[in-house]
């Protein structure tokens, strides 16, 4: 069975987050590091963008500044997250272009690799499947959002799985204008939407979670996961990373 | 300067920013949340635009030939969604 790294549950800065990432990915490349799944959470609460979209036009800053919310712009397409810290369980995985679990479809790369969020689901008892392009739904709402990109010679997907969802904070953080956040409008979410939480209607903890993934990305895509660390040259990397691009406005707010 | 944003029936959400001259595009930003495989391409494709005609058939035929000649894959929207969405900008 072929051996990912795997990098147990941390907690780190949007910044540390999306750099790590990109510094995984780059020593893959350089033939330094194996293929990654890492796990982690954002402390404190962030929100990420998709690359291509505008920061201004999705999030409202002054509430995020207000709250103590950071903001931050992916390496990667799709929408904007809200990370909460105690509410959701962020995953990454990168693989080289060469790996068997590396597709050159991008829709059927997607399926492959949900399939890890879906095998966890099913594992803590929720029945949930991929819908393309990028979500996974249980009962028609969406309990995860994955984005991938392809660079460096490698595919790094990641994505959110929602412990618990707290749709208020969630409108206040993404900008919707003020008059459209009716109570219909919250409903609506409440439909489109769900978290562990509320599926199994009980309080999930984040360790259950954390496990299940771990466990969940092992069956589904038959790898053996190899408890790892990062490299201090990684962590060097990701640190450089965030002076350079991930940490600054130029990055952030670049749409 | 204008503005529009456009939901593609089944795909994702375009956002775009138009700076026109004339009747040509001057400047536009393209925005949403889209795929584009590789990224990089998407400064390149708003370059390519820099005084394309406003007329949707020559937006989507410049995208179009853009992304196979570039072999830039799209997902979530197509070169005649972003050029609906431009003109809906204008």
Same mark, same amino acid.
């Given at each position: 069975?072929?051996?990912?790294?795997?990098?147990?549950?941390?907690?780190?800065?949007?910044?540390?987050?999306?750099?790590?990432?990109?510094?995984?990915?780059?020593?893959?490349?350089?033939?330094?590091?194996?293929?990654?799944?890492?796990?982690?959470?954002?402390?404190?609460?962030?929100?990420?963008?998709?690359?291509?979209?505008?920061?201004?036009?999705?999030?409202?800053?002054?509430?995020?500044?207000?709250?103590?919310?950071?903001?931050?712009?992916?390496?990667?397409?799709?929408?904007?997250?809200?990370?909460?810290?105690?509410?959701?369980?962020?995953?990454?995985?990168?693989?080289?272009?060469?790996?068997?679990?590396?597709?050159?479809?991008?829709?059927?790369?997607?399926?492959?690799?949900?399939?890890?969020?879906?095998?966890?689901?099913?594992?803590?008892?929720?029945?949930?499947?991929?819908?393309?392009?990028?979500?996974?739904?249980?009962?028609?709402?969406?309990?995860?959002?994955?984005?991938?990109?392809?660079?460096?010679?490698?595919?790094?997907?990641?994505?959110?799985?929602?412990?618990?969802?707290?749709?208020?904070?969630?409108?206040?953080?993404?900008?919707?204008?003020?008059?459209?956040?009716?109570?219909?409008?919250?409903?609506?979410?409440?439909?489109?939407?769900?978290?562990?939480?509320?599926?199994?209607?009980?309080?999930?903890?984040?360790?259950?979670?954390?496990?299940?993934?771990?466990?969940?990305?092992?069956?589904?895509?038959?790898?053996?996961?190899?408890?790892?660390?990062?490299?201090?040259?990684?962590?060097?990397?990701?640190?450089?990373?965030?002076?350079?691009?991930?940490?600054?406005?130029?990055?952030?707010?670049?749409? | 300067?204008?503005?529009?944003?456009?939901?593609?029936?089944?795909?994702?959400? !375009?956002?775009? +920013? %138009? /700076?026109? *001259?004339?009747?040509?595009?001057?400047?536009?930003?393209?925005?949403?949340?889209? &795929? #584009?495989?590789?990224?990089?391409?998407?400064?390149? !494709?708003?370059? +390519? %635009? /820099?005084? *394309?005609?406003?007329?949707?058939?020559?937006?989507?035929?410049?995208?179009?030939? &853009? #992304?196979?000649?570039?072999?830039?894959?799209?997902?979530?929207?197509?070169?005649?969604?972003?050029?609906?969405?431009?003109?809906?900008?204008?």
């Amino acid at each position: 069975m072929d051996e990912v790294r795997f990098l147990d549950l941390e907690i780190r800065s949007a910044h540390m987050n999306m750099a790590l990432d990109e510094a995984i990915m780059r020593s893959i490349q350089a033939g330094h590091v194996p293929p990654t799944l890492r796990l982690y959470r954002w402390q404190p609460s962030a929100v990420s963008i998709g690359t291509f979209q505008g920061m201004t036009e999705e999030v409202d800053l002054e509430y995020c500044k207000r709250n103590g919310i950071d903001h931050i712009r992916r390496l990667t397409g799709g929408g904007a997250v809200y990370h909460d810290y105690g509410g959701e369980v962020t995953y990454s995985i990168i693989l080289p272009n060469d790996h068997r679990l590396v597709s050159s479809d991008i829709i059927e790369s997607y399926k492959i690799l949900c399939a890890g969020v879906v095998k966890a689901l099913d594992i803590l008892g929720i029945d949930a499947k991929f819908k393309p392009i990028n979500d996974v739904v249980t009962g028609g709402k969406k309990i995860s959002g994955n984005a991938q990109t392809r660079r460096r010679s490698c595919v790094l997907q990641h994505g959110t799985t929602l412990l618990d969802l707290d749709v208020e904070v969630m409108f206040s953080v993404l900008k919707v204008p003020q008059e459209k956040i009716s109570d219909k409008m919250i409903e609506d979410v409440r439909q489109r939407v769900t978290s562990v939480r509320e599926v199994l209607g009980r309080e999930v903890g984040v360790d259950e979670l954390v496990v299940a993934l771990g466990d969940g990305f092992g069956e589904a895509l038959g790898i053996e996961l190899v408890e790892g660390e990062l490299s201090a040259a990684e962590i060097e990397l990701a640190e450089s990373l965030v002076e350079e691009k991930y940490g600054r406005d130029e990055w952030n707010l670049s749409r | 300067m204008g503005s529009s944003t456009y939901k593609v029936p089944g795909g994702k959400l !375009l956002k775009i +920013r %138009l /700076k026109t *001259v004339g009747y040509k595009i001057e400047k536009v930003t393209i925005m949403g949340d889209f &795929f #584009l495989h590789p990224e990089d391409a998407l400064s390149d !494709l708003e370059e +390519r %635009l /820099k005084g *394309v005609y406003l007329e949707s058939s020559s937006i989507k035929s410049v995208i179009a030939d &853009f #992304l196979s000649k570039s072999g830039t894959q799209i997902i979530g929207a197509d070169p005649a969604d972003i050029a609906t969405a431009i003109m809906m900008a204008v």
